[in-house]
């Protein structure tokens, strides 16, 4: 059965990177589709009939016309991505692009992503966060920006899946508290990506 993208319905929350990364590349490819606004904070990845579409009661979520699903961020956006120049067609660019996406998932949302979520969202003081979270974004951000130096990309020299996939929070870094003065390639990093996107600059 072929796969086609029109008509596809986008389940996201507007407030959630892992959301934003599949919106930035459906808009980015001209992709259309719906998006449904669907708000973790009002509960509504645990109603039934969102259960029932994806019982891991989580956003982003894509339904296609065939009435097929698919969930995480960057499942979706390899597919959606496919065939394109956000995937490297070099193999080594490739596995390095999926280096950066499991890195992404695995240490830099778990960090970036959940500090934000408790001081902005749940505006949590920093006496409730627990003092190794800080400490990981540090680590998570001096990597990056090490990495950057001398690099306008972070794999091969153009806008890949892992450059959206590791902007769509730390765009948002200041939200989490973090400030970008001392990580200055990750700052010119973000202005590429978003102009690469055609975002809007979000500081
Ligand atoms: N690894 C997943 C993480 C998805 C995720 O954590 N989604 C959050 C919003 S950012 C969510 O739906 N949380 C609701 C819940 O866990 O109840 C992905 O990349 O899509």
Redesign the pocket.
Known sequence: MSLDNAAMTLFG?SI????L?VKYVADHLGLPYEWVETS?LNGE??APEFLAMNP?????VVRFADNRVL????A?MLHLARGTSLIPSDPWDRAQMFQWLFWE?YSH?PAI?VLR?QKFYLKKADSEIDPALPARCGKVLALMNDHLAGRSFFVGGSLSLADIALAAYTRFAHQAGLDLTDYPHIRAWIGRVERGLNLDPVT
């Not at 891991?56 to 982003?60: E, F, I």
């Not at 969930?71 to 960057?74: G, H």
């Open positions: 929350d959630s990177g892992n959301c990364k973790v990845t645990q891991a009661g989580q956003v982003p969930a995480q961020s960057n979706i998932q949302e992503a979520f």
